[in-house]
């Protein structure tokens, strides 16, 4: 069994920071399942952001989720996120997400 969510952070790129119970800090991107079913109201900025961890994974308000292995095993790990230049956006354009160039896959304890 993987790790469960314990915290979760909206980013305004589609992009979930979440920490697991065994102190990981990973990305999830959310903007792959933005055309699929239910989860395209999630494009809505402000429902994205009403986020909210639950019995181990997260959830929206009108029911929206994704299963706790899904959120770790298609996440990226991360030691921290790297400053951008004033004007300067800090993700990838293509993805809305931090680019593999831009985080460091470290393990945390």
Same mark, same amino acid.
């Given at each position: 069994?993987?790790?469960?969510?314990?915290?979760?952070?909206?980013?305004?790129?589609?992009?979930?920071?979440?920490?697991?119970?065994?102190?990981?800090?990973?990305?999830?991107?959310?903007?792959?399942?933005?055309?699929?079913?239910?989860?395209?109201?999630?494009?809505e900025?402000?429902? #994205?952001?009403?986020? &909210? +961890?639950?019995? *181990?994974?997260? $959830?929206?308000?009108? =029911?929206?989720?994704?299963?706790?292995?899904?959120? #770790?095993?298609?996440? &990226? +790990?991360i030691? *921290?996120?790297? $400053?951008?230049?004033? =004007?300067?956006?800090?993700?990838?354009?293509?993805?809305?997400?931090?680019?593999?160039?831009?985080?460091?896959?470290?393990?945390?304890?």
């Amino acid at each position: 069994m993987n790790p469960r969510v314990t915290k979760v952070t909206p980013e305004d790129n589609f992009c979930l920071l979440l920490e697991f119970s065994n102190g990981e800090r990973r990305e999830f991107d959310v903007s792959p399942y933005l055309e699929k079913g239910i989860f395209t109201q999630l494009k809505e900025k402000n429902y #994205f952001q009403q986020v &909210r +961890v639950s019995m *181990g994974t997260v $959830e929206w308000p009108k =029911g929206q989720d994704f299963c706790p292995d899904t959120l #770790f095993e298609e996440s &990226r +790990v991360i030691a *921290g996120i790297p $400053e951008s230049a004033p =004007g300067e956006p800090r993700g990838s354009l293509q993805t809305g997400c931090l680019r593999k160039e831009d985080w460091d896959p470290v393990r945390l304890p």
